[in-house]
């Protein structure tokens, strides 16, 4: 509001405040109806003589002053205080000293009061908006003992609003949004504002809205402040925003009113109202042959005025020339059409391909008028490329027959070059996958051949990788698989399952199953496996044993009578010759070891070893133990004499070295403290004693001269001549302990026309040695030989 409207508005709201407090004290002093004016300090007054007795008793006792509620203008900001009211009693007559006391809010501060006259002024400018009324308490007492004359009333004095607080908008500003081709009167959103002033009193704070700014698109409710769509159309692709201004205006909209202003920002939302759109109607793509399936050959795109889901489209091939060799696929994040490869292409059929693509919209709107869609053409161009050479197969199944000879044909493959050119192919096998160089193939003409005999019961498949490889550009190379079969000839004998050991009872009975024989055939025949088994011509009319076939692939071998005994026969070894049904047929002889055992009468094994019958025949129990009785006592002896010699010290001369004993005892050590239990000296190298050298382990009791012994070392007589010597002496030696002791002798001969297998103290390496020799000394040295000779192949390789 201008300042000078606001002076004027308060200069006539002062003169109507004088004409009040003239005209107050009358109207406040007015007694109210039914009261009486005669005025008393202590009780009431009686009535009127012509009321009646029941008039008199309704009659109540009065205060003896009487005043009405007051009033004070806010804002009022005069040069002197401004006279609220005044306040005046009965008991202020004559000449008596009264005084008016004032208590309560603001008293003192803010209201004042003459204690003469009664008079309340406002001290100060009073905002109706921080306070609206306040409650004060008035009092007569006497002026010289301030001795209450009256009890206090209460009263209240109020703040009157004048219009001084402008609307406001405490929210705002605002934003709000609304889909674009909303209808118009479509609610966009609702603002409020708020006025400080009392709504109660006058129009200071009804308020009246209207637009400032937002025309021709947006209009607002003057009462309830909601903004509408006021412009048909709009359209979020011409424009997304608009800024609108509303005003706010108290006193219900007339002259002289205070008013405040917000802004309203409104957005449009997007609606799929625009169709995808091609950038251009024909895409020319050139795409190589060769490339690989599922690569990218081209992209295209359709724009979309829309934004986020409103813009997403899918791509389709409606038409084309053979939709089964391109697909098409959408790039979610730039919203492409990516043309990838479905099926290989091949220059030399088909050199071009057209293709029809369909770009649709995936979001449906009801009022947009879709779904939307637009179409394109696309023409693709192949390229020529030198291509690998294409195998009539990507597998090949082939195959042989076990022990063929080396260079049988087993099969061809065969390859071409797909280009116009037509370059020549050579044929080759991956080592890798034939690492033991068991077939051969031409170069030209793609035959494989047998460089090595094949084994079925060794491996029945292999699997090779044949290349093929043009002449004209050595790198493009194709790859098939060859497995190649080995069939099955009868080159295997059957032999037994297992290698039986069969146990004969003495007791049993003739024609007693003794052993179940069943065979094997590492063959694999088509119409399966079928044995004959029978007896070595020389044992078919042996008196021991037969055999009985069991339609099964097997034979029971049965005995022929019960008179088997061990003391007369421990062991019995029975041939069977087994022959299968092969062409031609093998047959393998195989022995079936039966031992003759003992066996309970159950037929259960208990002893198969010979018994020795060493008790002659009337050999009596007493006997018997007095014989036990006297080996007992010979131990009991030869025990304790062999303790008693362990007790003796043993004699050892300085000069003397015994080298060739070691002596046990059947006691234990003391331990490291031990020093007299055994002489280490006799663990040296007896090479450098010269004849023969007495026992120390015990002491003897007759002395015996030695003779010159032989001297033998490694350049001397044999190592068997050297042990016979050495037994001889020690056999006629008196002064041997009776218990067995250890001749330790440290001379090895003079060494093997074979030589050391060690290569510990060989001056030579390993590849300096030959090993071929391990191969001619049989059988059981044939694994030592191939173990070495492998060694010796990787060194060279």
Not at 168 to 184: H, K, L
Not at 574 to 598: K, Q, Y
Not at 601 to 622: F, R, T, W
Not at 662 to 690: C, H, K, M, S, V
Request: with cysteine; hydrophobic share 35%; charged share 25%.
């Amino acid at each position: 509001m201008p300042k000078r409207s606001k002076e004027m508005l308060v200069d006539l709201w002062t003169s109507l405040l004088l004409v009040w407090i003239t005209c107050a004290p009358c109207v406040s002093m007015t007694p109210l109806i039914g009261q009486s004016k005669s005025t008393q300090t202590g009780g009431s007054t009686a009535a009127a003589s012509g009321l009646g007795e029941g008039q008199r008793l309704l009659s109540r006792a009065k205060r003896g002053w009487v005043w009405n509620q007051m009033f004070v203008l806010e804002e009022f900001s005069g040069p002197d205080p401004i006279l609220v009211g005044r306040l005046h009693t009965d008991l202020d007559v004559g000449g008596k000293r009264i005084k008016y006391v004032l208590a309560g809010e603001g008293a003192g501060t803010i209201f004042a009061i003459n204690e003469l006259t009664g008079d309340i002024h406002a001290m100060k400018r009073l905002d109706r908006e921080e306070k609206a009324e306040y409650t004060l308490t008035a009092q007569v007492v006497n002026a010289d003992t301030d001795e209450p004359l009256e009890p206090p009333s209460e009263f209240i004095i109020k703040v009157q609003d004048i219009n001084d607080n402008p609307p406001q908008f405490i929210e705002g500003p605002y934003r709000a949004s609304i889909p674009e081709m909303s209808a118009v009167g479509t609610p966009v959103t609702r603002v409020t504002a708020t006025d400080a002033d009392d709504p109660v009193y006058g129009n200071s704070a009804k308020l009246v809205y209207s637009i400032l700014e937002g025309q021709p698109y947006f209009s607002v409710d003057p009462n309830s402040a909601t903004i509408k769509i006021a412009l048909h159309e709009m359209d979020r692709e011409m424009r997304e925003e608009y800024l609108v201004v509303i005003q706010a205006k108290d006193m219900g909209g007339h002259m002289g009113g205070l008013s405040g202003t917000t802004t309203v920002t409104v957005t449009l939302t997007d609606i799929n109202d625009n169709p995808p759109k091609f950038s251009k109607s024909l895409y020319d793509f050139v795409i190589p042959e060769d490339l690989p399936i599922g690569k990218t050959g081209g992209k295209v795109k359709a724009n979309d005025r829309d934004i986020g889901d409103n813009a997403k489209s899918t791509y389709n091939i409606i038409e084309g020339d053979d939709r089964g060799v391109f697909e098409i696929a959408t790039d979610a994040q730039t919203q492409e059409g990516i043309l990838r490869l479905k099926k290989p292409l091949d220059f030399e059929s088909k050199k071009t391909y057209t293709l029809k693509v369909e770009a649709t919209n995936i979001v449906f709107e009801p009022n947009g008028g879709g779904p939307f869609k637009d179409t394109a053409t696309v023409k693709i161009v192949v390229e020529d490329s030198d291509e690998p050479p294409i195998f009539t197969k990507p597998v090949y199944l082939l195959e042989v027959n076990e022990n063929a000879p080396v260079n049988t044909a087993i099969g061809t493959v065969n390859g071409r070059d797909p280009d116009a050119s037509g370059s020549l192919v050579r044929y080759s096998i991956d080592r890798h996958t034939d690492l033991e160089r068991q077939f051969n193939i031409n170069v030209d003409d793609g035959k494989i051949t047998l460089a090595k005999p094949l084994d079925r019961e060794t491996d029945l498949w292999h699997n090779i990788t044949v290349t093929a490889t043009e002449v004209r550009n050595h790198s493009q190379i194709s790859r098939a698989i060859v497995a190649i079969r080995v069939m099955d000839i009868n080159d295997n004998a059957p032999e037994f399952a297992t290698e039986y050991e069969a146990f004969l009872c003495e007791n049993g009975k003739p024609g007693q199953v003794i052993q179940t024989v069943s065979a094997v055939d590492k063959d694999d025949p088509i119409q399966g496996h079928y044995f004959d088994y029978r007896l070595v011509p020389e044992m078919l009319n042996n008196p021991n044993f037969t055999i009985k076939n069991n339609a099964d692939n097997s034979i029971s071998v049965l005995a022929k009578h019960d008179t088997f005994r061990r003391q007369k026969q421990e062991m019995y070894f029975l041939p069977i010759i087994v022959t299968d049904n092969g062409n031609p047929a093998m047959s393998s002889t195989n022995t079936l070891t039966i031992r003759v055992c003992g066996c309970s009468k159950d037929g259960i094994v208990q002893s198969c070893n010979v018994e020795a019958y060493v008790l002659p025949i009337g050999l009596s129990m007493g006997a018997l133990i007095a014989i036990l009785a006297c080996i007992i006592l010979l131990l009991v002896v030869l025990f304790v004499t062999l303790r008693r010699h362990k007790n003796e010290p043993l004699i050892i001369k300085d000069d003397e070295d015994v080298r060739e004993n070691i002596i046990r005892y059947d006691d234990e050590g003391g331990g490291e403290e031990d020093t007299e239990a055994f002489d280490i000296a006799t663990l040296q190298n007896p090479d450098g004693i010269n004849g023969y050298l007495p026992r120390k382990d015990i002491k003897p009791d007759l002395q015996f001269m030695p003779r010159a012994g032989q001297h033998s070392g490694p350049n001397g007589v044999d190592v068997d001549e050297f042990i016979n010597v050495r037994l001889h002496e020690a056999d006629n030696d008196p002064t041997a302990p009776p218990y067995d002791s250890i001749q330790i002798y440290g001379y090895e001969g003079r060494g093997s026309m074979a030589g050391s297998l060690s290569s510990l103290e060989t001056a030579s390496s390993d590849s300096d040695q030959n090993y071929d020799y391990l191969r001619e000394w049989g059988p059981r040295f044939r694994r030592l030989g191939e173990l070495y000779a492998v060694g010796e192949s990787d060194r060279e390789t």
